[in-house]
């Protein structure tokens, strides 16, 4: 099935290999164990102009995501994802706060934001995508 959808979500699934987010991933001490989540998003910090993100994984605390320019630990956010769940695209929405950046090279940083709120669908979605499927 996943391949008979595959070019409809080459916009929304984003597959990496890259070693740097390996290495990256384990310098990281989680308090929850996180699922590879690779999408596009949308970020806005504080009053500045929306950018675009690409996720890497998620927990049922935070997010890792990929951006062009340093964020400040401590920096309030808000995150729209659109995701894959149950055959259907979802939107999911974040309130949070930057736990950490790293620099993964020129124009490319992994930041760590940890929930602050969500709207109830939103979370419901991030537990769905959390929780191992039973099949």
Not at 90 to 106: A, D, M, Q, T
């Amino acid at each position: 099935m996943l391949e008979a959808i595959t070019p409809f979500l080459g916009s929304i699934l984003v597959p990496t290999t890259d070693a740097r987010l390996d290495k990256a991933n384990a310098a990281e001490l989680r308090a929850m164990p996180r699922k590879s989540l690779f999408g596009p998003g949308r970020l806005l910090v504080g009053d500045s102009i929306q950018r675009e993100i690409n996720t890497v994984d998620i927990s049922l605390g935070g997010i890792g995501i990929l951006v062009t320019e340093p964020l400040a630990a401590e920096d309030e956010c808000v995150l729209a994802i659109d995701v894959l769940i149950s055959d259907a695209i979802k939107r999911i929405n974040i309130w949070g706060k930057v736990v950490y950046c790293l620099s993964l090279g020129v124009n490319q940083f992994k930041v760590g934001v940890r929930f602050k709120d969500a709207d109830s669908i939103s979370k419901m979605h991030i537990t769905l995508l959390c929780t191992p499927q039973l099949f």
